[in-house]
């Protein structure tokens, strides 16, 4: 009993195994990633706020330093909130079942100015 104890927390370790979370019927989970829409990077510290006339309260979650996020919300109609200082809000209407969804990207625009700008510059002979 005790190798067999071993075995499964080395494979849980080394990822090899994951674990299966149960939640309430009345729960789902909804998981992620926010990256950049044009360079597809991820973005750390966004805020993910789940909405829903289900819930009791609002859902949130800040994404890691690999932009992913997750959160429980309740099934049915959930509009997730993107924000992010630099990045315009985004708004994301999702239908979750029981199941949940996972594996989202969601695409975050940078505000106008925060682009690169690319200058040309001539340089003149000295007179």
């Not at 927390?9 to 994951?18: E, F, H, K, P």
């Not at 949130?60 to 932009?67: E, F, L, V």
């Not at 809000?89 to 505000?111: I, K, M, N, W």
Request: charged share 25%; glycine share 8%.
């Amino acid at each position: 009993m005790r190798m067999r104890h071993a075995v499964v927390s080395l494979a849980l370790l080394t990822g090899c195994l994951q674990p299966e979370v149960r939640l309430r019927a009345d729960r789902a989970f909804v998981s992620g990633q926010v990256v950049d829409a044009r360079t597809g990077e991820p973005l750390r510290d966004a805020l993910v706020i789940g909405l829903s006339p289900q819930a009791d309260g609002d859902a949130a979650a800040s994404t890691d330093a690999n932009g992913r996020f997750a959160m429980v919300v309740p099934p049915g109609r959930v509009l997730l909130l993107v924000e992010r200082q630099d990045r315009r809000p985004l708004r994301v209407p999702l239908q979750v079942d029981a199941a949940g969804l996972h594996g989202l990207s969601l695409r975050a625009e940078a505000l106008p100015g925060d682009e690169p700008i690319e200058i040309a510059v001539e340089l003149l002979p000295p007179r």
